[in-house]
């Protein structure tokens, strides 16, 4: 019925019809008392029939085509009634133009799901996971590393990117050390192997053997937008906080820092915190992917700034270093080799000692608080690793004197007695403990065993 009364507003020649309620010349209209007098000498028969007229013509097409041209005209000029129907056709115009509306948001919505798919997760699939989701998505697949050297240990965090016991980390961490241990996110704890790494790029791999790992899920760092939100995992401060979430904002892509071994890199810039410890670590979007790996030494010259590796250039990295092309040849060398599974370092009969973390040693000539004394000349072990040929039989703050028939004073000269064997070797360890000299027997490991 609408359309009919449509197209009835209509000329054929395409003008309007007028839309005044009668079509009559208004001169000619009777005056109402004369019509309500007239009515009355008229038969109650005949005024019936009048009234049955009224309500037939009442229900005409013409009479509701006036009724709506009243209502909805809302005092338009003919001139503006014309330009409007003329944009909008009326009110099937306003359907068709409802339907167009719907067409483009469908056309919309599969462009959306088609790029999703074509181009991966976007911005707006970064908006979804919140601080908490993060931190139980990635924990499982961020592991914590204690590096031994010569000196002392230090310690960062590593990214697992296989299930069969692959880690990367920053190749700083392991720099100098003989012996690398790696605590899961369940507690437990396992040497690892060097693999290779880059100094270069600041990156390592590491293996652990016998070991299910938990790998991550890595993004694309060309994706990467300033402003986006970003979050930090890894062990500022060492072991007491491990496992640490910052939460920041990526403050800029493509920055070119210099690494301390005079390298120009381009890493991602973030707000969030980062600390000793966090090295090695994961940078995170709210899709739960790794977008970088926090690398503290990028950023050791400014304050308030952390950096991270990009994702893509880490998973380049990977690459060259698993199939050989890496300059760790020296680092893997004396990782991998057998070791007796002790942190120690070279003292001086006399004198009194703190060990701390990252490889400081502090020497003290007068008695200090929380400082060992070394009794004798020596190399004073600092703690023993679970697992190693030394647990059981040497302890936290005895003194190697001698291995096999060779008098040490530093950890390197133990390291580099031990290169000679192999694992499966039995080394005699001769050693001061509890103001005695004492001789043990150690079976050399292998340090990823």
Known sequence: MEEKLLENEIAEDGEQTPSSPVDTDPAEEPAVPAEEDSREDVSEEDRDAGSAEEEEVAQTPEAAQNEAALTYSWDLSQEEKKAGEKHSGGRKSA????????????????????????????????????????????????????????????TGAGVAFSSDGYIVTNYHIITGSYEIQVTTYDGKTYNAKLVGGSLEDDLAVIHVSDVTLVPASFGNSNRVKTGETAYVIGHPGGEAFAWSISQGIVSGTDRLVITEAGFTVSVIQVDAAVNTGNSGGALINSSCEVIGIVSMRLGAQYENM???????????????ILS????????????????????????????????????KVT?????????????????????????????????ANDIILKVEDMTVTGIDEVIDILSKHKAGDEVLVTYYSDGETKVAVLTLKESAS
């Open 95 to 154: 359907w068709v133009f409802a339907g167009i509306l719907g067409v483009i948001f469908l056309l919309c919505a599969g462009l959306l799901v088609l790029s999703f798919f074509i181009g991966g997760k976007g911005a707006s699939a970064r908006s979804g996971a919140d601080a908490v989701t993060i931190s139980e998505t990635i924990n499982p697949s961020i592991v914590f590393i204690k590096s031994s050297s010569s000196t002392g240990y230090s």
């Open 363 to 395: 020497v003290f000539e007068e008695e200090t608080e929380g400082a060992f004394y070394a009794e004798v000349s020596g190399v004073w072990i600092v703690s023993v690793s679970p697992g190693g040929s030394a647990y059981g039989k040497l302890k």
């Open 306 to 320: 952390g950096f991270a590796i990009p994702s893509n250039y880490v998973l380049s990295a990977i690459d060259k």
């Open 324 to 359: 050989g092309k890496n300059d760790a040849t020296e680092e893997a060398a004396k990782v991998n080799r057998p070791y007796i599974g002790i942190v120690g370092t070279g003292v001086e009969a006399g004198k009194y000692y703190i060990a701390g973390s990252n490889n």
